[in-house]
């Protein structure tokens, strides 16, 4: 069988700090099946440069867009891969065989979504520690009741089965593509790898809550209202009994 062909996209915009190691991780995986495709949103800096000079990149556009999530439905218009990785400026695939990685754990499978583990890192590109939320060992679409426990660099889907990004939302529009994407999934194989190194810059409060709140309606909008308050308030009483006894200790 023909070996797996991926469409990697990567989004910038005024990303000339964080771009390079990403282009660079990308093009010195050691395996090649790929195609590079990045997405700018008409940078002011030196970013569509960067871009343009690099040996790594299959093809690029730089136009205004509106916002990320219609940025990254340019990218899924213009994929030809048989899977899709989005991977954003700053973050990098794990190690130089990831992709062999990825390859070598489904085998002659061709399952519908591929998923992993996440390592944070700092702008050093020291490792913080592996993201808070782990991966389920098994991953289905009631999974994301628990919050986003795939991260969604992570979460590799077949080209065809994938939807575009709900605009709609601003923050959150990942996480409820991740929830359709597997609603529509037969088949969901844990490599149970490291695959990405995340970077850790942290986010406004104003956009966290922001974020917060539409990841609260997408859990609505799935899982119902009542499950998910019930939910909401055992999260709120496990996080103050836990704070209750750092502060006994």
Same mark, same amino acid.
């Given at each position: 069988?023909e070996?797996?062909?991926?469409?990697?996209?990567?989004?910038?915009y005024?990303?000339?700090k /964080?771009? $390079?190691?990403t282009l660079?991780?990308?093009?010195?995986?050691?395996y090649?099946?790929?195609?590079?495709?990045?997405?700018?949103?008409a940078?002011?800096d030196? /970013?569509?440069? =960067?871009?343009?000079?690099?040996?790594?990149?299959?093809k690029y556009?730089s136009e205004?867009?509106?916002?990320?999530y %219609? &940025?990254?439905?340019?990218?899924?218009k213009l !994929?030809?891969?048989?899977y899709?990785?989005?991977?954003?400026a700053?973050d990098? #695939?794990?190690?130089?065989?990831?992709l062999e990685?990825?390859?070598?754990s489904? $085998?002659?499978?061709?399952?519908? =979504?591929?998923?992993?583990e996440?390592a944070l890192?700092?702008?050093?590109?020291?490792?913080?520690?592996?993201r808070?939320?782990h &991966?389920?060992?098994k991953?289905t679409w009631?999974?994301?009741?628990? $919050?986003?426990?795939v991260c969604?660099?992570?979460?590799?889907?077949?080209?065809?089965? &994938?939807p575009?990004?709900?605009?709609?939302?601003?923050?959150s529009?990942?996480?409820d593509w991740?929830?359709?994407?597997?609603?529509?999934?037969?088949?969901?194989?844990n490599?149970?790898h490291?695959?990405?190194?995340?970077?850790?810059?942290?986010?406004?409060?104003?956009?966290?809550?922001?974020?917060?709140?539409?990841?609260? %309606?997408?859990?609505?909008?799935y899982?119902?209202?009542?499950?998910?308050?019930? #939910?909401?308030?055992?999260? !709120?009483?496990?996080?103050?009994?836990?704070?209750?006894?750092?502060?006994?200790?």
């Amino acid at each position: 069988m023909e070996k797996p062909f991926f469409t990697i996209v990567t989004i910038t915009y005024n990303a000339e700090k /964080t771009v $390079g190691i990403t282009l660079e991780s990308v093009g010195n995986q050691s395996y090649k099946n790929y195609e590079y495709i990045a997405i700018d949103g008409a940078s002011k800096d030196r /970013t569509t440069q =960067i871009l343009k000079s690099s040996p790594y990149l299959t093809k690029y556009i730089s136009e205004p867009d509106n916002g990320l999530y %219609d &940025a990254m439905n340019k990218g899924l218009k213009l !994929a030809t891969g048989e899977y899709i990785i989005f991977l954003n400026a700053g973050d990098a #695939l794990h190690s130089k065989d990831t992709l062999e990685k990825i390859v070598d754990s489904i $085998g002659e499978n061709r399952p519908d =979504i591929i998923y992993g583990e996440t390592a944070l890192v700092d702008t050093d590109r020291n490792f913080i520690g592996m993201r808070r939320l782990h &991966a389920p060992d098994k991953l289905t679409w009631k999974s994301f009741r628990m $919050g986003m426990l795939v991260c969604h660099q992570a979460f590799i889907v077949r080209r065809e089965l &994938a939807p575009e990004y709900d605009t709609q939302y601003r923050f959150s529009a990942d996480y409820d593509w991740c929830i359709r994407c597997m609603k529509k999934s037969s088949q969901i194989h844990n490599t149970h790898h490291t695959l990405i190194d995340y970077l850790n810059e942290g986010i406004t409060t104003q956009n966290h809550k922001a974020s917060l709140k539409e990841r609260y %309606d997408i859990m609505v909008r799935y899982y119902g209202r009542i499950s998910v308050t019930l #939910l909401h308030l055992w999260f !709120a009483v496990r996080y103050y009994m836990s704070k209750w006894v750092r502060n006994q200790a």
